[in-house]
């Protein structure tokens, strides 16, 4: 395992999605995006609706939609409990449109906390169909 880093990305009812190594792992922080390699300095941060996306050198990215969480670094190993979590293969183009328009549809009549729910909601799927759009290139 040298200079690789330990990944483990878990839901939040404790089903482990994805326990591997990578050379790099990135992932959509609420301050910005990161980027994990073997070594890194320990950190915990929480997690915007988004992406994980492993890397490993000659094989091909892995890329796991989050709506949200918290991830924990150390050195050899990296953490995200994930609010939930959908792998790319499972996405679905058409359908992260629709409910993009939904939510857009939704917040423009929404007011106090279904403004709210409504935000979160366009974050979501803005956030899907930008990870599938990605990845589609």
Avoid: C, W, Y
Avoid at 19 to 30: C, K, Q, R, Y
Avoid at 55 to 79: H, L, M, Y
Wanted: hydrophobic share 45%; net charge negative; no cysteine.
């Amino acid at each position: 395992m040298a200079n690789k880093i330990a990944v483990e990305l878990v839901n939040v009812d404790n089903s482990v999605l994805l326990s591997t190594e990578a050379d790099l792992l990135i992932a959509t922080a609420t301050t910005g995006e990161v980027g994990i390699m073997h070594g890194h300095i320990p950190f915990f941060a929480s997690l915007k609706p988004g992406h994980v996306i492993i890397k490993n050198e000659g094989k091909a990215d892995e890329a796991v939609f989050i709506s949200g969480g918290f991830i924990e670094v150390q050195p050899q190993k990296v953490t995200v409990l994930a609010d939930t979590a959908e792998r790319f293969e499972a996405l679905d183009e058409m359908m992260a449109e629709q409910a993009k328009r939904e939510a857009e549809s939704e917040l423009r009549s929404a007011t106090g906390p279904d403004f709210e729910r409504a935000q979160m909601a366009l974050a979501e799927a803005s956030a899907r169909l930008s990870l599938i759009k990605r990845l589609h290139k």
